[in-house]
């Protein structure tokens, strides 16, 4: 009867241990992450933070390391001041303004990777966020090159991969400011689905 009790009682601290335990996500990206335009509160990264509380009781903490008008190059400095806090996953969601500017795209991928590897160095999970830009821009090559660059950084990196970060949103009048480029706040609670969808396994 002891054994038992002991055994049922191990088993009660296994599961409170496993229900407080606290993950951390890093959401590195550009304006889209950060919330142009919108509250903090109103921002994808808050929103996914209040859908695990309410949909899987449980409680994650989110650091939202999105700075408008970020591009892949700047992001590395500022990951590696946010490594500081220990981030468990690292949401990788960074590229559009590379592509909206019409950057050189193989040092685009060049500065992905090398966010990637120090993320991981520091034993945190990194997930990829794809963005896809219209081909009027700069022509359809440039904008199928965009596309597949972050193709080649998931295969290469075995990454788990969200194609398209605003997926349901972008082109949507209802869901975008008057800029037809920022999500409104309804636009972020699509984000905020999509994303949450792709992060329960990992929560």
């Known amino acids: 009867m002891k054994k038992i009790i002991f055994i049922l009682c191990i088993i009660t601290l296994q599961i409170l241990t496993a229900n407080s335990s606290?993950?951390?996500i890093l959401f590195?990206?550009?304006?889209?992450t950060e919330g142009l335009g919108v509250s903090k509160n109103q921002a994808y990264p808050n929103l996914v933070q209040e859908l695990a509380k309410n949909e899987l009781n449980k409680n994650i903490k989110v650091i939202n390391g999105g700075v408008s008008s970020?591009?892949?190059s700047d992001a590395l400095s500022r990951l590696k001041w946010y490594l500081k806090r220990k981030p468990d996953?690292?949401?990788v969601a960074l590229g559009a303004n590379d592509g909206l500017r019409g950057l050189n795209l193989t040092q685009s991928q060049k500065n992905l990777e090398e966010i990637i590897t120090h993320a991981q160095k520091a034993n945190a999970k990194v997930l990829l966020a794809g963005m896809l830009i219209p081909p009027p821009n700069y022509g359809p090559a440039y904008s199928k090159e965009f596309e597949q660059m972050y193709l080649k950084i998931k295969e290469k990196y075995n990454l788990r991969?969200?194609?398209f970060?605003?997926?349901?949103?972008?082109?949507?009048?209802?869901l975008n400011q008057a800029d037809g480029i920022h999500p409104n706040p309804k636009g972020h609670k699509i984000m905020a689905k999509e994303v949450f969808k792709f992060l329960k396994e990992e929560l």
């Open 28 to 32: 590195l990206g550009d304006s889209l």
């Open 161 to 163: 991969f969200m194609p």
């Open 70 to 72: 970020s591009t892949t």
């Open 22 to 24: 606290t993950k951390t």
């Open 89 to 91: 996953i690292v949401f």
């Open 165 to 174: 970060l605003l997926k349901d949103v972008a082109g949507v009048q209802e």
